[in-house]
């Protein structure tokens, strides 16, 4: 599974943004997607999971009521629409693919930064 994100910027606060993540390859291997976020200094972090098949959703609870992740099927395409962002949203953002028999993150898209100003 490749994975391809996108749709990073600047921002200032409270602004919007949306990032894409596009799933090829063999995308019958996977469960569900993932977001992750890593600021400088700080470990990596899950923001948000979405299911293929059903889309059920979980999110962080910082980015709870902020965020929304959405799928597109027919797209292999995964989004995060991102509102009222805030300093500390400033990350690398990473799509992640879960895999459908292991059920863990294996394959990690290539990150895109999200910068977000006073």
């Known amino acids: 599974v490749q994975l391809q994100a996108s749709g990073g910027g600047l921002v200032q606060f409270g602004g919007s943004l949306r990032l894409s993540c596009v799933v090829s390859?063999?995308?019958?291997?996977?469960?569900?997607m993932g977001w992750f976020r890593q600021a400088p200094g700080k470990e990596r972090e899950f923001v948000a999971s979405?299911?293929?098949?059903?889309?059920?959703?979980e999110y962080a609870e910082s980015v709870k009521g902020r965020f929304t992740i959405s799928r597109d099927n027919a797209k292999n395409t995964v989004y995060l629409q991102m509102n009222s962002l805030k300093p500390e949203d400033t990350a690398v953002y990473y799509c992640?693919?879960?895999?459908?028999?292991?059920?863990?993150?294996?394959?990690w898209g290539q990150g895109t930064q999200v910068t977000v100003s006073n």
């Open positions: 390859g063999r995308t019958f291997l996977s469960y569900g």
């Open positions: 992640a693919n879960r895999d459908v028999v292991t059920m863990d993150y294996g394959s």
């Open positions: 979405i299911e293929w098949s059903g889309g059920s959703t």
